[in-house]
């Protein structure tokens, strides 16, 4: 098989010019005679690789100055802990909105370490819908404000940043971080697994504002604390040297591509093609409120369920891969990040009305 369209949720793809020049530097990197992964991560290769992707990730997201940007391991999953053994400070809750799956996780990992209070939820929507923010039961002494601001298996997205005012607001940005310019000054901190909209899996960055980092919990273990990763540049032991390499590829690519504001236009007119395709369609639907819906991952599914196994495999044999849906939602799902091109929507939109003339 040549290169297909690959669709899926993460890991997910990763431009293919990004692929290509891995390879090409494969076997010796800018002539140092070695490959990323055989460096110290000490040594200055490294170190320059390090601090490009640093300085590039700094602006495509415009990050302030007091910022500081953390390139970790353990994925988004570890933040659910290290928010709370960090942001504390003092305070004995944290306020969360839940909106599904993920928002869920962050939860249950949060409520190990302190008192979480869920300040809206749209559980009873079946996570199809955001609560208004005029009915968020916020605690003004919350130590944070916790969301997901995409959620990848509901296909649901903000497409506002929350008010929190003067408490903390943190964002797990895993499936829509670099999608879209950003207002990195509203957050306290925004974290985000690398491997849907970054890079490979294997490490989580967070951005986080300086003045939230040093009063972690005493037990908090080395690994856990933001204060020690920050004043070791990321570097406190051995990073994921390969991962970070890759992921300051995929800046340069963004770089190269015009910068968050066009991809931004290249997504929405992504996801606004393939959700006409299925609201114009009976025989596929998506039930997320279309004030909504998420530019990255598209849930849907068909009028008959009995046709999901030809549907995937046919799919499978015109080059369009991991469709499946999520377990817990069932149906398919289209996850249509940055790497994914405009052809590929297109392509998976023709595949999918030949389909339903074919079987409806
Ligand atoms: C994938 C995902 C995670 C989990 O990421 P890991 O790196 O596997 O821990 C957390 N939150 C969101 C929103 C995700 O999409």
Redesign the pocket.
């Known amino acids: 098989m040549s290169r297909a369209y690959n669709f899926s949720?993460?890991p997910a793809a990763v431009p293919t010019a990004v692929l290509q020049q891995a390879q090409a530097e494969m076997l010796d990197w800018h002539g140092s005679g070695m490959n990323v992964m055989e460096m110290s991560h000490r040594g200055k290769e490294f170190m320059s690789i390090a601090a490009q992707a640093e300085a590039d990730l700094r602006e495509l997201l415009a990050i302030p100055a007091n910022y500081k940007v953390l390139f970790l391991q353990?994925?988004?999953?570890?933040?659910?802990a290290m928010l709370p053994l960090n942001l504390l400070r003092g305070k004995t809750s944290a306020d969360y909105l839940n909106t599904g799956e993920?928002s869920k996780?962050?939860i249950s990992e949060a409520k190990r370490y302190c008192q979480v209070n869920v300040v809206a939820t749209s559980a009873a929507q079946n996570f199809c819908t955001i609560p208004d923010q005029d009915t968020w039961q916020l605690n003004p002494d919350a130590a944070y404000l916790h969301y997901?601001p995409?959620?990848?298996?509901g296909g649901l997205e903000f497409q506002d940043i929350p008010n929190a005012s003067d408490v903390p607001l943190v964002a797990?940005?895993?499936?829509?971080i670099l999608s879209r310019p950003l207002d990195v000054a509203k957050f306290g901190v925004i974290y985000?697994?690398?491997?849907?909209n970054i890079g490979p899996?294997g490490m989580?960055i967070v951005i986080i504002r300086e003045d939230l980092i040093g009063e972690a919990l005493p037990h908090t273990p080395s690994m856990f604390n933001y204060k020690i990763h920050a004043e070791a540049e990321s570097m406190y032991n051995t990073p994921p040297t390969y991962t970070w390499y890759l992921a300051g590829l995929v800046f340069q690519w963004l770089k190269q591509q015009g910068g968050l504001s066009a991809m931004a236009e290249i997504n929405q007119r992504k996801a606004e093609a393939l959700y006409a395709a299925i609201d114009q369609s009976d025989f596929y639907s998506n039930p997320v409120d279309p004030r909504y819906r998420s530019w990255m991952n598209v849930p849907f599914t068909l009028a008959n369920s009995e046709l999901d196994d030809v549907f995937l495999k046919e799919a499978k044999a015109a080059g369009l891969l991991t469709l499946k849906g999520h377990r817990s939602v069932g149906g398919m799902r289209a996850s249509i990040y940055n790497a994914m091109p405009e052809e590929g929507v297109q392509a998976l939109i023709s595949f999918m009305q030949d389909f339903a003339q074919r079987k409806a």
Do not use: L, R, V
């Open positions: 949720a993460g353990g994925g988004a999953s570890s933040q659910f993920w996780k962050a997901t995409n959620e990848t298996i797990d940005m895993s499936s829509t985000a697994g690398a491997q849907k899996a989580a």
